[in-house]
């Protein structure tokens, strides 16, 4: 019962940032919207027992991820709203028929496999920390080592970046 | 010990040839020639020796194995050396080695001299594999390898165009002959699945039809009228001329054009099972003897009139084998070898002694001048002309005794053969009163002599054959037949008739040929009459055949070779491969708008793969 | 009514379907890469659904890792876009069409 509010409520909210975040001429806007699509997947996490994952959700992507895309946008100076005509005249209509197709084709996809649930009686998967880290650090702790170093590999490519310019690197 | 030999038969000139091919530049001038006439003489002293048992009446036929060549076919390299294939070894050895002697002297100062003789080396050595063959793949490597060198020697001297282009036309419709002979073998490959002689022509009579045969024996004559220059392929021998004379001598009197006479006789089995085949080769034989006797009647140059000359012999001998008479054939291929090279080199004597000249009307009165010439020449041309006791007379007797003794039809093929007895007697008489009697006509500033002695003597040897050469196979004594029975056991042969038949007959042909003397010198006596009007232009020009043959064939090989060149191939050909590039270009410019370099553009090509793929996966059924 | 995996499922794939279109239609870099984060959302939201369904723990395992490499590369995509922007003065994917046939 609980469920089901809580997924008709956050379901109709994440749509409304999903479109929000499309839609919205302002860049600040679509930011927003994207926030409260990631907070609304955040509940449906907790909702399926994804506890752990629900919170790094809201720590990392809503907290660390929106807000530089935010600090970005603001640094960049592009929360003027934008020009909406669209120099592809074949573009939109293309990319909305293409769209339906693939929504159609997902959905029905989706409509043959329908799954209903794990069987009665069996103990629901549980989305603790200690869980998800046991499981982390034991079968998966080559690749969480490898992402590491990824994200090492990913601040020195920023820094870089950053100090690239037009006359040359390190100035 | 016989094998032995008679791969020395074969390696020896065939040794020669290949050294002098490599070191005959370098050899001081006639050692070349030297090595060339040892190696064949020494050939015919090993053939000789190894013969030596025929004669005596008591040898076997040998087989010498070589090595295995074509396993798939079931052909080995290997020779037979047999009592027909022994008497072809003597000859081409022994005609080979007095005219390789003779060009000694004749090639003297030629600036390819070591070169001509290691070409006269190898064609020896070619026609031996032609004629040692022990089956019909050896004996058609010889008979490509002998039409290759009767390139390179006709075309020795190829600075002079005229030479080049003869040499080209021989090999060429020589090919024609070929494809005859190739589709031959290919018969008889498919009906025997064997190219070996032996037992090719001793299961000869339970594998072919009558049919097939016929077919075999006309397919083989195609071939043998190419290289032995008959009706219609016989128009690469006058050309032929173009080459030095000896080689006139040895390959286009002696022995190459005799291949073909050698070939049926050969394959007698398969002619006498096809009497359809055998009698068209006779009249194919007698048509040539004929047509090439008129023609030689008006030629003005010495040496064509000797090509048309062997022209028509070659056609009585195919009369003989065509009429199942294979050794009046083989006998008369034997001494027209004697006499006929005797003519040539006697020719080549004159041309010799006048620094060059061919034409017979600048000549006249060498008698005096050429004594030694003059003289075995004239041997020579009684020979031919059928006079007895010399050789010509019974082998020509023989033939012509044997066709008449068929009787029927044949009987006209006799008729025809008398005819141009008559005519031969008639232009041979012309060529030697015009060369050598009556007044001298020649130019200023020529000074005929006689040869030296290196010439001379090969043409008294020859002279001595083509007197007694003849006897080895009269009415009186048939050697020559004994000697060759074994060779055609199992085949019908038709035989000269005996008797006083055979003396009218004989007495028939010595009166067509003094006839044929009387009336050439009674008409070229004391004068040179003008020939020049119309019959003799139409027959001095052949009858036109060669002009209709260019007209027909050069013409229109060279327009199709034009219309390939030009019109197939720069513009079909070559539009294809360039149309390729073109459209490749076409299409990649075609292609290219699709690179916007929007990255939206992109995009929207990765959805629609998307959207395709996950159409795919759905319509078979789930992923 | 239950409210059973294959709901949010269904939900994720809308949100995918409504990420697609806002790379497709929108010419603002920063949207369209907001727009990857949307749709990698929704690919969690149903690896979640899935490790529900099927019992086991691995969903939750693979949404940890996505969520890494998404902030990762988050990070270099934005230096990219300050790099580009400080170049060409302009956030308009539109301009950078240099690649063109």
């Not at chain 2, 590039?581 to 370099?597: F, Y």
Request: aromatic share 12%.
């Amino acid at each position: 019962m609980i469920e089901l509010a809580l997924f008709v409520v956050f379901g109709l909210a994440a749509l409304f940032g999903a479109v929000t975040m499309v839609w919205a001429r302002n860049p600040v806007y679509s930011a927003l919207g994207l926030m409260l699509t990631m907070f609304s997947v955040a509940v449906f996490y907790v909702s399926n027992s994804a506890h752990f994952v629900g919170v790094v959700q809201v720590i990392i992507y809503a907290g660390a991820v929106m807000t530089l895309f935010l600090f970005v946008i603001m640094l960049i100076g592009v929360d003027k709203a934008e020009d909406r005509s669209e120099n592809l005249p074949v573009q939109r209509p293309l990319a909305l028929g293409f769209l339906v197709l693939f929504g159609a084709g997902v959905l029905w996809a989706g409509h043959q496999a329908w799954v209903s649930g794990p069987p009665q009686g069996v103990d629901p998967v549980n989305g603790t920390i200690e869980a998800v880290g046991s499981e982390l650090f034991r079968r998966w702790v080559l690749p969480f080592e490898i992402t590491a170093l990824l994200m090492i590999i990913a601040a020195v490519g920023a820094i870089a970046l950053a100090f690239f310019k037009d006359e040359g690197a390190g100035e | 010990m016989t094998e032995l030999l008679v791969s020395a038969a074969i390696l020896l000139p065939l040794g020669g040839s290949v050294i002098l091919l490599f070191v005959g530049k370098r050899l001081p001038e006639p050692l070349a020639g030297v090595v060339a006439t040892l190696t064949v003489g020494a050939a015919f002293v090993c053939a000789a020796i190894a013969g030596l048992d025929f004669f005596t009446g008591t040898g076997e036929a040998v087989r010498v194995d070589w090595f295995s060549w074509m396993p798939a076919f079931g052909v080995d390299a290997s020779l037979g050396w047999d009592r027909l294939s022994a008497l072809m070894t003597l000859v081409v050895t022994g005609v080979g080695a007095l005219i390789h002697l003779y060009s000694i002297g004749y090639m003297k100062g030629d600036a390819r001299y070591g070169l001509f003789f290691a070409y006269l080396n190898l064609f020896i050595t070619s026609m031996l594999i032609l004629v040692l063959a022990d089956n019909f793949a050896v004996m058609f490597v010889g008979w490509e390898l002998v039409g290759l060198c009767s390139y390179l020697l006709i075309s020795f001297w190829f600075e002079k165009e005229t030479a080049a282009a003869a040499g080209k036309k021989a090999f060429v419709v020589n090919r024609v002959g070929d494809v005859g002979f190739i589709v031959a073998l290919m018969l008889v490959f498919s009906h025997f699945g064997t190219f070996d002689f032996a037992t090719v022509f001793e299961s000869a009579p339970d594998v072919l039809t009558t049919g097939v045969a016929t077919a075999i024996g006309l397919l083989l004559l195609v071939g043998a009228a190419g290289k032995s220059a008959q009706l219609p392929l016989y128009v690469w021998l006058p050309d032929a001329m173009e080459g030095p004379t000896p080689v006139s001598a040895l390959i286009h009197a002696a022995t190459m054009v005799t291949a073909g006479v050698y070939m049926v006789a050969r394959t007698a089995a398969i002619f006498g099972m096809a009497p359809i085949a055998a009698g068209t080769v006779a009249v194919v034989g007698a048509a040539t003897a004929l047509f090439a006797a008129t023609v030689a009647m008006a030629q003005s140059d010495i040496k064509r009139v000797l090509a048309y000359s062997t022209i028509s012999q070659l056609g009585y001998m195919f009369i003989g084998v065509g009429a199942a008479g294979y050794v009046a054939g083989v006998f008369h291929l034997m001494t027209h070898s004697f006499f006929k090279a005797l003519l040539f080199l006697g020719a080549g004597s004159v041309i010799h002694g006048m620094h060059g000249e061919q034409d017979l009307s600048k000549m006249g009165g060498l008698r005096s001048r050429m004594p030694v010439t003059f003289a075995t020449m004239a041997i020579a041309w009684l020979a031919i002309s059928g006079i007895p006791p010399l050789a010509g007379f019974w082998s020509k007797d023989e033939i012509l005794g044997t066709v008449f003794e068929r009787g029927g039809l044949w009987t006209v093929l006799w008729g025809v053969g008398l005819v141009t007895a008559l005519l031969t007697a008639f232009y041979m008489t012309r060529m030697m009163w015009l060369t050598f009697f009556g007044e001298p006509r020649w130019d200023e500033g020529v000074h005929p002599h006689e040869s030296p002695a290196v010439m001379t003597v090969p043409l008294l040897a020859l002279a001595g054959l083509s007197v007694v050469g003849g006897l080895v196979n009269t009415p009186f004594r048939t050697a020559l037949e004994h000697f060759l029975d074994p060779v055609f056991e199992g085949v019908q042969l038709a035989h000269a008739p005996a008797g006083s038949v055979a003396l009218t007959l004989a007495a028939a042909s010595v009166v067509a040929a003094l006839i044929g003397i009387g009336l050439s010198a009674l008409r070229y006596r004391g004068r040179v009459p003008n020939e020049t009007g119309f019959p003799w232009r139409v027959m001095g020009r052949g009858y036109y055949v060669d002009d209709v043959y260019g007209q027909v064939f050069s013409r229109t090989g060279k327009l199709a070779a034009a219309w390939l060149a030009f019109r197939f191939d720069a513009r079909g050909i070559d539009g294809a491969v360039e149309g390729i590039g073109a459209l490749t270009r076409r299409t990649g410019s075609w292609l290219r708008p699709i690179q916007t370099g929007f990255v939206r553009s992109s995009a929207a090509a990765v959805v629609v793969g998307a959207v395709a793929l996950l159409a795919w996966f759905l319509s078979r059924g789930g992923l | 009514m239950t409210v059973t995996p294959g709901w949010y499922m269904a939900l994720a794939a809308i949100l995918f379907v409504i990420g697609l279109g806002g790379i497709l239609l929108r010419r603002n870099a920063l949207v369209m890469f907001m727009s990857v984060e949307l749709m990698l959302n929704a690919v969690n939201l149903t690896f979640v659904a899935a490790g529900r369904e099927l019992l086991t723990i691995d969903g939750q395992v693979s949404v940890f890792f996505v969520m890494v490499v998404a902030a990762t590369e988050v990070v270099v995509g934005l230096a990219i876009i300050v790099a580009v922007f400080r170049r060409r003065k302009t956030a308009s994917v539109d301009e950078l069409a240099e690649l063109r046939g």
